[in-house]
């Protein structure tokens, strides 16, 4: 009997909702910073999409073709977005799995890394 006892309650303990750790919890809002960052890079990135396929529908290949209308820098910007957004959800990662272990610390460096390369901090 003490035996059902015990386990009813650990079985109890393990249903009640754990807490989520301040740490959790921004890593829950910079989520979706990382995700919509990752979205504008990509949308950057592949604007000049456009000018190729209008250059293929008209039976024109790109050495041949009239030049892009999206400016260089719009293209490295992307990029660099990209490489931004990233490493974001790499250091956001690495929070996870310190938030998962218990260690606060580990976990709040790397959401101050993740906030870095969002530019939300100075």
Partial sequence: M?????LAVVLSAL???VA???CADEIK???GKVQEEGKQAISAGSSGQADAAA???QGKTGASGEA???PPEK???AGKGADKAQAAKVALDEARTADGKGDETGCL?????AKRQLGTVP
């Fill in 75 to 77: 293209s490295a910007d």
């Fill in 29 to 31: 809002t910079l989520t």
């Fill in 55 to 57: 250059r293929g529908g």
């Fill in 2 to 6: 003490t035996r059902i006892a015990c």
């Fill in 20 to 22: 989520a750790s301040p």
């Fill in 109 to 113: 460096d790397a959401v101050g890394r």
């Fill in 68 to 70: 892009s209308t999206a």
């Fill in 15 to 17: 249903a009640a909702p």
